[in-house]
């Protein structure tokens, strides 16, 4: 409740209570009516949550079939290096006769020939086999950064969606706080109005703040639906119940400003997006070393073993070789002196498409790097506000309370004591939003970082469950906080696929 000041007798207290679970409860069966909504006795986890979307994701299992066929196409690349083995096998019978008067041409000819055999190829050098190879590896490396990087929008997603429900759903309570308050409020002008002390204004003020209270909190119970709505159908059909969390606690993100270098550093070697716009450019760097070994010479081992059919004609018999089987084997080179791919133009293309894949990193590298520094302090911002709050609820609690007492007095109006209230609302409000915004903030700050992993969620999930006096101290110093600056930030190191799956390179 907003108003710690006030006291309010255990029954109504209770009342309260009873109307908050009920309200909580039914936007809840309204919520899942239309999905088909798994509801336990407890909320799934956030790492549950988390897993159910990635599951049945479809853009992730997209994700990894294009995967699978980059890998296997490393596969199709290195067949290059095998022999090529065919087979042939032919045979042709002509018969030709004298139709033509006062010519030399032979009554009878007979032309009857035919083979069967094989021929083996072996490539022995080719400098663009290897280069295919390694472009069909990098390719694969570029897939799974693309995979990783859907895995951690979708992980960012699912935690910005549980944590605005748990934030709607404590503005509604607040809300409830308020209204409270108000509607003691208008009983205390009503006895006075009844009294004559004051005028019906007073009662009618009263009322007025109270409706519009009832429309804030009509408004944000459609908005809490629309994202727990939102949120089963990310998790295919998984929700949450926000009675089973906390509004807020006193535990803020462990993130200094001087640490900003490091978190900095990250992005070359460990931001998906970044990494995938770097493998591409070697991709094209590739290209480019290709069309230059385009002249370069190809040799290959060649093979052919024949053998001669026996004619079935007494004609083809007087023509018919005694060996029957033909050898050869050599080496053969081939070397490229004109081909239109090898042209001046194709070589400038690929060049100015290396130079693109290049720009295409680097910008890249600066759009993380500009995402990652606005994330950064707008953690710190959320921070700062949190604790400016802290200390501005306080001072407009006490300033409520003065203003309670000065109205029953006749030193203060009803309309300052409805001010004074929704001050106090309005600064819990805001200190809420700033708790929440700055733990969305960090995982998406881990999220470009490179660093986001599974134990981060259950961190959060468990510091949101805990059984603690919300809001009753605020994080002044290490010992107030349970996550801290990530390894793999200040040791930064190359980055492993996090999406459950084997992503290691075959050689």
Same mark, same amino acid.
């Given at each position: 409740? #907003?108003?710690?000041? @006030?006291?309010?007798?255990?029954?109504?207290?209770?009342?309260?209570f009873?109307?908050?679970?009920?309200?909580?409860?039914?936007?809840?069966?309204?919520?899942? *009516? !239309?999905?088909?909504? $798994? &509801?336990?006795?407890? %909320? !799934?986890?956030?790492?549950?949550?988390?897993?159910?979307?990635?599951?049945?994701?479809?853009?992730?299992k997209?994700?990894y079939? $294009?995967?699978?066929?980059?890998?296997?196409? &490393?596969?199709?690349?290195?067949?290059?290096?095998?022999?090529?083995?065919?087979?042939?096998?032919?045979?042709?019978?002509?018969?030709?006769?004298?139709?033509?008067?006062?010519?030399?041409?032979? $009554?009878?000819?007979?032309?009857?020939?035919?083979?069967i055999?094989?021929?083996?190829?072996?490539?022995?050098?080719?400098?663009?086999?290897?280069?295919?190879?390694?472009?069909?590896?990098? +390719?694969?490396q570029?897939?799974?950064?693309?995979?990783?990087q @859907?895995?951690?929008?979708?992980?960012?997603?699912?935690?910005?969606?549980?944590?605005?429900?748990?934030?709607?759903?404590?503005?509604?309570?607040?809300?409830?706080?308020?209204?409270?308050?108000?509607?003691?409020?208008?009983?205390?002008?009503?006895? %006075?109005?009844?009294?004559g002390t004051?005028?019906?204004?007073?009662? =009618?003020?009263?009322?007025?703040?109270?409706?519009?209270?009832?429309a804030? =909190?009509? +408004?944000?119970?459609?908005?809490?639906?629309?994202?727990?709505? *939102?949120?089963?159908?990310?998790?295919?059909?998984? @929700?949450?119940?926000?009675?089973?969390?906390?509004? $807020?606690?006193?535990?803020?993100?462990d993130?200094?400003?001087?640490? #900003?270098?490091?978190?900095?550093?990250?992005?070359?070697?460990?931001?998906?997006?970044?990494?995938?716009?770097?493998? *591409?450019?070697?991709?094209?760097k590739?290209?480019?070393?290709?069309?230059?070994?385009?002249?370069?010479?190809?040799?290959?081992?060649? /093979?052919?073993?024949?053998?001669?059919?026996?004619?079935?004609s007494?004609a083809?018999?007087?023509?018919?070789?005694?060996?029957?089987? *033909?050898? %050869?084997?050599?080496?053969?080179?081939?070397?490229?002196?004109?081909?239109?791919?090898?042209?001046?133009?194709?070589?400038?293309?690929?060049?100015?498409?290396?130079?693109?894949?290049?720009?295409?990193y680097?910008?890249?590298?600066?759009?993380?790097?500009?995402?990652?520094?606005?994330?950064?302090y707008?953690?710190?911002? +959320?921070i700062?506000?949190?604790?400016?709050?802290?200390?501005?609820?306080?001072?407009?609690?006490?300033?409520?309370?003065?203003?309670?007492?000065?109205?029953?007095?006749?030193?203060?109006?009803?309309?300052?004591?409805?001010?004074?209230?929704?001050? /106090?609302?309005e600064?819990?409000?805001?200190?809420? /939003?700033?708790?929440?915004? %700055?733990?969305?903030?960090?995982?998406?700050?881990?999220?470009i970082?490179?660093?986001?992993?599974?134990?981060?969620?259950?961190?959060?999930?468990?510091?949101?469950?805990?059984?603690?006096?919300?809001?009753?101290?605020?994080a002044?110093?290490?010992?107030?906080?349970?996550?801290?600056? !990530?390894?793999? /930030?200040?040791?930064?190191?190359?980055?492993?696929?996090k999406?459950?799956?084997?992503?290691?390179? !075959?050689d």
């Amino acid at each position: 409740m #907003i108003l710690a000041k @006030t006291k309010l007798p255990t029954s109504v207290l209770s009342l309260i209570f009873i109307i908050s679970f009920l309200s909580t409860t039914q936007v809840q069966a309204q919520t899942l *009516e !239309p999905q088909d909504v $798994s &509801i336990t006795t407890g %909320s !799934p986890t956030l790492l549950e949550l988390q897993q159910a979307t990635i599951s049945q994701n479809p853009e992730l299992k997209a994700r990894y079939a $294009s995967s699978d066929s980059a890998k296997s196409n &490393i596969d199709i690349a290195k067949t290059a290096w095998y022999p090529s083995i065919s087979a042939n096998i032919g045979k042709t019978y002509g018969r030709g006769e004298d139709t033509f008067k006062d010519t030399n041409v032979a $009554s009878s000819k007979v032309n009857e020939t035919g083979k069967i055999g094989f021929n083996i190829t072996q490539n022995l050098y080719d400098p663009t086999i290897r280069l295919n190879i390694e472009q069909a590896k990098l +390719s694969y490396q570029a897939s799974e950064y693309a995979t990783t990087q @859907t895995y951690d929008d979708l992980t960012n997603r699912t935690v910005s969606l549980f944590l605005d429900i748990l934030a709607n759903q404590a503005q509604i309570d607040l809300l409830d706080g308020q209204q409270t308050a108000v509607d003691a409020q208008k009983k205390q002008a009503q006895k %006075s109005f009844d009294v004559g002390t004051v005028s019906i204004t007073d009662v =009618r003020e009263a009322e007025a703040k109270a409706d519009k209270i009832a429309a804030q =909190r009509a +408004s944000l119970d459609l908005q809490l639906k629309a994202k727990q709505q *939102e949120l089963a159908v990310l998790t295919g059909g998984l @929700t949450i119940n926000p009675a089973d969390y906390h509004s $807020s606690t006193k535990i803020l993100p462990d993130i200094q400003a001087t640490e #900003i270098g490091q978190w900095q550093a990250s992005i070359t070697d460990q931001n998906m997006a970044v990494q995938q716009a770097l493998t *591409e450019y070697q991709i094209a760097k590739l290209d480019t070393k290709k069309q230059d070994y385009q002249y370069y010479p190809k040799v290959q081992l060649v /093979v052919d073993n024949n053998r001669n059919f026996e004619p079935i004609s007494q004609a083809g018999h007087n023509s018919y070789s005694n060996n029957k089987w *033909e050898w %050869s084997a050599g080496i053969q080179l081939n070397m490229n002196l004109y081909n239109a791919n090898t042209n001046s133009a194709q070589t400038g293309k690929t060049r100015a498409e290396e130079t693109l894949k290049y720009q295409n990193y680097l910008v890249a590298k600066q759009q993380q790097s500009i995402e990652l520094n606005r994330t950064f302090y707008q953690i710190l911002a +959320s921070i700062a506000e949190y604790q400016g709050l802290y200390a501005a609820d306080q001072s407009a609690r006490t300033a409520l309370s003065a203003n309670q007492l000065g109205y029953k007095v006749g030193m203060r109006t009803n309309i300052d004591v409805l001010e004074a209230q929704t001050k /106090v609302y309005e600064a819990n409000r805001d200190k809420l /939003v700033a708790w929440y915004d %700055s733990w969305k903030n960090y995982i998406k700050l881990n999220q470009i970082a490179g660093t986001l992993n599974a134990e981060q969620l259950m961190q959060i999930d468990n510091l949101l469950r805990q059984t603690l006096n919300n809001d009753t101290n605020i994080a002044t110093d290490k010992s107030n906080t349970t996550l801290t600056l !990530p390894a793999s /930030v200040a040791n930064p190191i190359v980055p492993t696929f996090k999406h459950k799956k084997d992503a290691t390179v !075959p050689d």
